[in-house]
C-alpha cells in the first residue's frame, strides 16, 4: 500500500469480510482476533483483486516498509530532509541500516539508493509534467545539491535531460509501485 486510498480500500474489504481492522498503515495491518489459515487466503484474494499482495515473509515485510517510507517521503513529505537516508530509514524501522540495506538488496535486486534515486526522479518528471516549478526550485525540494546534480541523475535515469523530457512529456511516467 502507498498512500491513504489504498489503506483506505484494504480496511473496507478487511470489513466486507467480516473482520475488525484495529489499526491499518501502509504495509501493515492489526486485527483484533487471530486468523486462521482460511480466512488468511481470502484476505489474500480480496487484497490480489485489487492489487496487493499479503506478504507473509518478514524480509519482504521489511523490503515493503523501506519502501513506503521512501515513497512517503519523497512524495508525500514536504519538509526537507534534513539527516542522511541511512539514518532516516534507520530511525523509521527501528534496525541498522546496514541490515536494511543488505534485506531490501536481497529482495529488491537493487539497493535502496538506487530505489531512491528513482523515486525522486519520477516525483521530478511529475513536477515537470505539471510545469509548477523551475529547475531550480525542483532540484530544491527534490533536495539535490545543484541543478546540475538533479539533471546528471535524470539523465541517467531517463535518457534524457528535465528539458527535453519537459517537451517529450506525454505519458512518460510510471505508477509508483512499478518502479
Known amino acids: 500500500m502507498v498512500c491513504n486510498r489504498c489503506k483506505m480500500v484494504v480496511k473496507a ?20 482476533r487471530e486468523i ?6 481470502k484476505i489474500a484474494a480480496k487484497l490480489k483483486s ?6 507473509e515473509d518478514k524480509k519482504i515485510q521489511i523490503s515493503a516498509q523501506v519502501k513506503t517510507a521512501i515513497i512517503n517521503l519523497v512524495h508525500y513529505e514536504t519538509e526537507q530532509l ?3 537516508l ?6 523509521q524501522l527501528k534496525m541498522e541500516y546496514s541490515s536494511l540495506s543488505t534485506l531490501f538488496s536481497e529482495t529488491e535486486n537493487q539497493t535502496i539508493e538506487k530505489y531512491f534515486i528513482s523515486q525522486k526522479i519520477e516525483k521530478a518528471k511529475e513536477m515537470l509534467t505539471y510545469g509548477e516549478f523551475t529547475l531550480s526550485e525542483l ?7 545543484s541543478v546540475a546534480h538533479l539533471s546528471a541523475q535524470f539523465k541517467k535515469v531517463t535518457g534524457m535531460t528535465p528539458s527535453a523530457y519537459k517537451v517529450a512529456s506525454k505519458d512518460n ?3 509508483l509501485d512499478e518502479i
Open 13 to 32: 474489504e478487511l470489513e466486507k469480510l467480516g473482520l475488525n481492522p484495529l489499526d491499518v498503515q501502509l504495509g501493515t495491518v492489526k486485527l483484533d
Open 36 to 41: 486462521d489459515y482460511d480466512e488468511k487466503i
Open 50 to 55: 485489487f492489487g496487493f499482495e499479503l506478504l
Open 82 to 84: 534534513k539527516e542522511n
Open 86 to 91: 541511512s539514518y532516516y530509514l534507520s530511525k
Open 139 to 145: 532540484s530544491y525540494q527534490l533536495n539535490y545539491s
Open 173 to 175: 511516467r510510471k505508477m
